[in-house]
């Protein structure tokens, strides 16, 4: 037995029936599921990857800087003292915003994570929606 | 409408579980009086001949949260790995909806994900000041830990600090309300003694320093500040205080996933090929190591032959008894890479005590994320199972807390 969420896709409405046969007939609910979801989300779906408001736009640029800049960073720092604490923080801070910057571009590939922030709070300078 | 309602009487120090055959368990946790009143809509599609009955149960005694450790450094899979862990039970897990955005915590219908470097008593400025790492325990709060955990193990909602990774800042907390499994992930979850005590299970990626680098050239290769200098640097300034205080937590977990380069390509320098060891702990409560054809023998198998084919360079098993610092352990190891289903099926049906419900549960959860990374060797294939291991583990739970539920009052 099986019940379709009539969205235009085809409606095999001879199932319904036939309830008794649960057989080797397949039943197609493609398309219509991501419609249905997205039509809930009210919003259109970015292409993944992309940073679609503002406020991710600027975490990414932020973190993309600090990368570039902490490394210089370190580089001179352990110039002096290879095995010396600041040399040591240095290059720990790297690999926290180099992580923190994977984080962020793994949960992009999803979606914007500022998606549901924004949908509760869309007067944010944050959400606005960014403009490459 | 249907409309049922509860009287308590006395104040329970219970749980009350809300249950409706269309609706998952809604459970809350009461410790004062608490005036319930539960309505249910019936739904228009009505199953055939089936009633909409809610049953409401209250077991007197707390309900305890289970909880899960799992530890590892910076950029070692632990993100993958709770995202198998979560899929298993159910549900995608997603950062808390109208709070922080920069949360660390993922939360699904059972699991919440927590990231101990919400307990940093340090920021980064205050970490550079007193010229200490995250991997240092002095820049981590442990009293503050012990008592989130232990009072979410309890049942009782917490306010926990968020460390934005972003701002490098301690933001403002946020509550944590108790789920019904709580997952510690970070690189401290074993390291305090009375948090090691809270967990019900853990677990500690090793990932040797081939495999890390390979790791990381892939993750930062593509980052303009960074060259193979500046990664391998910064992997061997860290070594010192990762072998000092992180490393020594693998002897306390009950499972250890070791990630090793392969054996069956000489000078594979890629870290393309794994070979991956699953050793698990013996006498560990609610826990049956897996095993292959003849549980704690020695067992060497190439699966690849006359009834499977497999590309370069194959698949090789192992499986024997062992000892790892001090302990009794089973280890199942694998090395190589699955290129087809049919390997991965062919496989999935000679390992025993996988806890699987179904047959083909491990290879349709792997497919289920065939783009995560390691979906293709040892390291997904043991992370699914460790994840069936897990959900086996607190279903064990909640069965023998079952068997003795104390008063329970009638509705």
């Excluded at chain 2, 995202?83 to 660390?104: C, H, I, Y």
């Amino acid at each position: 037995m099986a019940s379709l969420a009539s969205t235009g896709t085809t409606r095999t409405s001879f199932l319904a029936s036939r309830s008794s046969c649960f057989c080797s007939k397949k039943v197609i609910v493609t398309v219509s599921v991501q419609q249905k979801k997205a039509e809930r989300r009210n919003m259109s779906v970015k292409a993944t990857g992309m940073a679609k408001f503002k406020g991710t736009h600027m975490r990414e640029k932020h973190l993309t800087e600090m990368i570039e800049q902490k490394v210089i960073e370190a580089k001179q720092v352990c110039e002096g003292d290879m095995t010396s604490d600041e040399c040591k923080v240095a290059w720990d801070e790297v690999e926290e915003v180099s992580q923190a910057k994977a984080d962020l571009r793994r949960k992009l590939e999803e979606q914007d994570p500022l998606e549901f922030f924004c949908q509760d709070n869309p007067e944010t300078d944050e959400c606005r929606v960014y403009e490459d | 409408m249907a409309i049922c309602t509860v009287y308590t009487t006395q104040s329970l120090n219970s749980t009350c579980s809300i249950y409706t055959p269309s609706t998952t368990k809604t459970q809350l946790s009461f410790h004062q009086k608490q005036l319930v009143l539960f309505s249910s809509s019936k739904r228009s599609r009505s199953k055939r001949g089936g009633s909409n009955t809610c049953v409401i149960t209250c077991a007197a005694g707390h309900s305890e949260t289970v909880v899960i450790g799992l530890a590892a450094d910076s950029g070692c899979g632990k993100s993958t790995f709770m995202r198998r862990l979560t899929s298993v039970f159910g549900g995608a897990a997603e950062p808390p909806k109208g709070g922080n955005p920069d949360s660390n915590t993922l939360i699904s219908d059972t699991t919440t994900v927590i990231c101990l470097d919400d307990f940093h008593s340090l920021d980064r400025t205050g970490r550079k000041e007193k010229g200490v790492t995250a991997l240092d325990p002095r820049a981590n709060n442990f009293d503050l830990m012990y008592e989130q955990v232990k009072a979410l193990k309890e049942g009782v909602a917490v306010e926990k600090p968020i460390y934005n990774h972003v701002t490098g800042l301690l933001d403002p907390p946020e509550l944590i309300k108790p789920p019904k499994i709580l997952v510690i992930e970070g690189l401290h979850p074993m390291f305090d003694q009375r948090v090691r005590d809270l967990l019900d299970f853990s677990i500690y990626l090793d990932i040797s320093n081939e495999v890390k680098f390979a790791w990381k050239i892939q993750r930062d290769m593509a980052e303009r500040g960074h060259s193979l200098e500046s990664i391998k640097a910064s992997i061997e300034a860290r070594k010192p205080d990762f072998d000092a205080y992180i490393d020594p937590q693998k002897q306390y977990a009950d499972a250890v996933i070791e990630v090793l380069p392969t054996q069956l390509i000489p000078d594979d320098n890629e870290g393309k090929v794994l070979r991956v060891r699953l050793i698990m702990k013996e006498g560990v409560k609610f826990f049956s190591p897996v095993y292959l054809f003849d549980d704690g023998s020695t067992i060497s198998w190439i699966p690849c032959g006359r009834k499977l084919t497999c590309s370069y360079p194959g698949i090789k098993f192992l499986y024997c008894p062992e000892t790892y610092f001090g302990h009794e352990v089973s280890v199942l190891e694998m090395d190589g890479q699955f290129d087809r289903l049919d390997e991965l099926i062919y496989v999935e049906s000679h390992l025993s005590n996988i806890s699987t419900k179904f047959y083909g549960e491990v290879t349709q959860q792997m497919l289920k994320h065939a783009d995560f990374p390691g979906s293709n060797n040892g390291t997904g294939l043991f992370q699914t199972i460790v994840g069936l291991k897990i959900r086996d583990l607190f279903e064990q739970i909640i069965a023998s807390k079952a068997v003795a539920p104390a008063q329970a009052t009638k509705v």
